[in-house]
């Protein structure tokens, strides 16, 4: 967030979400399937599994080295019908929907970077693993919400699951799989106010008319997912006025196409990497979980009320070559402070990060959709809050705590 956004006294700020039905996430949700079926046969596996998808066809593809071995066409059908997608009119369903595998070992020369980093190839530290490629990630935390997310990508994941749960329920019988949801929140001088506008698009059977369409996600998805609504909030649901065809019938889809859905909705920076499908030596994911990780116990500490983290890898080396703190003016102590602190709690290192975390466990499908954080309903290492109670004693421990969803 900008100096002009902390300042401005009215400010209008829009994120988005996904179901678990849109092409996209059911890609990201097939490569997460693959990562954690080699980790739970071979937690040292090296994955980087991409998947594509349109009309009745599933492409999987990318590096993968791993002791395991995975029945691909048989993980993907089970992704599909796990999703919603179990019926032939969708124009793509679990049963007849065709799979390519196109699937080969990690390169050798990136290998033998990341089982050796530089570092160690150098005589400079103990044998330890490098980075799995170069890179900026960003980290970020925020006390509008509990979770220390940013309130617009909060609601916005709230109303796509709420979508979703809505379908599983046959509380909205006629829901099918792929579905949006937006939501604008007017903050003041940074902070928000009130929820101006939530927009869905739901995907349904045909025939339904648009009117009960509309009655029944505003009543049933919109308020039930955001009760605090107010009588100005607009409500815009399927703008082109009908929405049958969807999923992958509708649309190609990719993995990794989704990062700003998958981060904080476009509130805070991305370094453009995405996260599913990839083992933690790629720290694309392991050093993006890290800087969240940070950011958050930064926040919760009390020692901002908001807080960006940038770190910087170069493939085949372990220590990051940059690490960057930003507290947009809200530091209870300065930046420099942070960052100190940081360096002596906190090791960046790939390996050291998968440790901390325990990263070669087969916990990332249940991430690839509706958020990699800002999880209540999951307890992510990444996303707790230990590091907070060291970080305020660091510092005199006179600082206000930040309520946060510790575990």
């Known amino acids: 967030m900008s100096a002009s956004f902390m300042a401005a006294q009215r400010t209008l700020f829009?994120?988005?979400?996904?179901?678990?039905?849109h092409p996209d996430k059911l890609c990201d949700q097939v490569s997460d399937a693959?990562?954690?079926?080699?980790?739970?046969?071979?937690?040292?596996?090296?994955?980087?599994?991409?998947?594509?998808?349109?009309?009745g066809t599933v492409i999987v593809c990318g590096e993968i080295t791993t002791k395991g071995y995975v029945d691909v066409p048989k993980l993907v059908r089970e992704v599909v019908r796990d999703v919603g997608y179990t019926d032939a009119d969708y124009g793509f369903d679990f049963q007849t929907c065709g799979v390519l595998t196109a699937i080969k070992e990690q390169s050798a020369e990136i290998a033998?970077?990341?089982?050796?980093?530089l570092e160690s190839r150098q005589g400079r530290d103990p044998d330890e693993l490098g980075a799995g490629d170069q890179g900026m990630m960003f980290g970020f935390a925020v006390d509008e919400t509990e979770e220390l997310m940013p309130l617009p990508i909060t609601l916005a994941h709230r109303v796509a699951r709420t979508l979703a749960q809505a379908r599983k329920d046959r509380d909205i019988p006629y829901l099918r799989p792929d579905g949006k949801s937006q939501v604008t929140v007017e903050y003041a001088f940074g902070r928000p106010t009130r929820i101006h506008t939530v927009v869905v698009a739901a995907q349904h059977d045909p025939g339904v008319p648009y009117e009960r369409l509309q009655a029944d996600i505003v009543e049933g998805v919109i308020r039930r997912a955001i009760p605090n609504v107010d009588d100005q909030t607009r409500y815009i649901v399927n703008g082109t006025g009908s929405f049958t065809v969807g999923g992958p019938m509708g649309d190609a889809g990719l993995t990794g196409r989704k990062i700003i859905v998958d981060t904080y909705g476009g509130y805070a920076r991305h370094g453009g990497g995405a996260f599913s499908g990839k083992d933690a030596t790629k720290v694309d994911r392991s050093g993006a979980y890290a800087a969240r990780y940070v950011a958050k116990n930064v926040v919760a500490a009390g020692l901002?009320?908001?807080?960006?983290?940038?770190?910087?890898?170069?493939?085949?080396?372990?220590?990051?070559?940059?690490?960057?703190v930003e507290t947009y003016g809200t530091g209870t102590v300065p930046d420099e402070t942070i960052r100190a602190l940081i360096d002596e709690h906190f090791d960046f290192r790939?390996?050291?990060?998968?440790?901390?975390?325990?990263?070669?466990?087969?916990?990332?499908?249940?991430?690839?959709?509706y958020?990699?954080?800002?999880?209540p309903d999951l307890d992510l290492p990444w996303e707790r809050t230990d590091l907070a109670p060291l970080l305020r004693d660091a510092v005199g421990g006179k600082l206000p705590a930040v309520k946060a969803a510790a575990r």
């Not at 080699?38 to 009309?55: F, I, K, Y």
């Not at 790939?350 to 959709?369: D, K, S, T, Y």
């Open 304 to 324: 901002a009320s908001r807080c960006e983290i940038q770190v910087a890898y170069v493939i085949g080396v372990a220590r990051p070559v940059s690490l960057n």
């Open 14 to 21: 829009t994120s988005e979400s996904v179901t678990e039905g």
């Open 371 to 375: 958020g990699h954080f800002g999880r």
């Open 112 to 117: 033998q970077g990341v089982d050796h980093a």
């Open 34 to 55: 693959m990562l954690d079926e080699v980790l739970r046969q071979d937690p040292n596996s090296r994955v980087a599994c991409e998947t594509a998808t349109t009309t």
């Open 350 to 369: 790939p390996g050291a990060i998968i440790e901390r975390f325990g990263l070669r466990r087969p916990l990332f499908r249940q991430v690839a959709a």
